[in-house]
């Protein structure tokens, strides 16, 4: 099953904080973020693989939950490059990759 | 390091003729590939699992016999795209790994079928 991520889609001005969540209904083995850009190919941002596991990157952190069942991108004082599609993408242990739903994130000046 | 070229970057093809799309690993060797299609402003949907000497492993709904996928070796993979039709117009992006821990995409290659 497809992980479900919200919001579908969020405008934000520079600045300005977001969360992005990236819920299973199962326990996955991991889970990664990545951007993508209109026409371009996802970028990686970051895995995590334990439960209660947070990382940071930059002004871009991640987190994933005890069960392993939902994880959260957190974008903080957001800047016009941080414009795009964000994804989670998750394994579940039969070496199959699924992308969530996606979120749309907009920064305008 | 890491990087992952995809050929072409764009194709546009008749209806009913065959397009190859190739998906390499540049400085790595990967053990699997992975196919992805995705329509526009939808999630890139996995395709197939491509493991280097072997069959690919096809996702449900996914026909095998119209998305042949060939990896040759621990650098190449290959999609081809038999008898295409409007409706398989889409993005097809490769990714290469040497397990789940990352993936490392390529920059996709834009698929029109006129």
């Known amino acids: 099953q497809q992980p479900v991520q919200s919001p579908q889609a969020v405008i934000l001005r520079e600045g300005e904080d977001a969360v992005i969540n990236c819920s299973s209904s199962?326990?996955?083995?991991?889970v990664h973020w990545y951007r993508q850009k209109h026409g371009e190919a996802p970028v990686f941002l970051m895995i995590?693989?334990?439960?209660?596991e947070q990382k940071g990157h930059e002004k871009i952190s991640a987190s994933f939950n005890e069960k392993k069942q939902q994880s959260s991108l957190y974008l903080t004082a957001s800047q016009l490059s941080y414009s795009g599609t964000y994804f989670c993408g998750t394994e579940t242990g039969t070496y199959k990759y699924i992308f969530g739903t996606g979120t749309r994130l907009k920064v305008l000046a | 390091g890491a990087v992952v070229s995809q050929h072409p970057s764009w194709v546009i093809c008749k209806s009913g003729t065959s397009v190859k799309i190739e998906c390499r690993s540049l400085d790595f060797q990967a053990t699997t590939m992975f196919w992805y299609r995705q329509f526009p402003k939808q999630s890139l949907m996995l395709m197939a699992t491509s493991n280097e000497g072997s069959k690919a492993t096809y996702e449900q709904g996914v026909e095998k016999d119209k998305f042949l996928i060939n990896h040759a070796s621990l650098t190449l993979s290959t999609l081809t795209v038999t008898s295409a039709h409007p409706e398989d117009s889409s993005f097809y992006i490769c990714?290469?790994?040497?397990?789940?821990?990352?993936?490392?995409f390529g920059p996709g290659t834009r698929l029109t079928v006129t």
């Open positions: 995590l693989l334990k439960g209660g």
């Open positions: 199962k326990a996955l083995y991991s």
């Open positions: 990714s290469a790994g040497q397990g789940t821990l990352e993936q490392y």
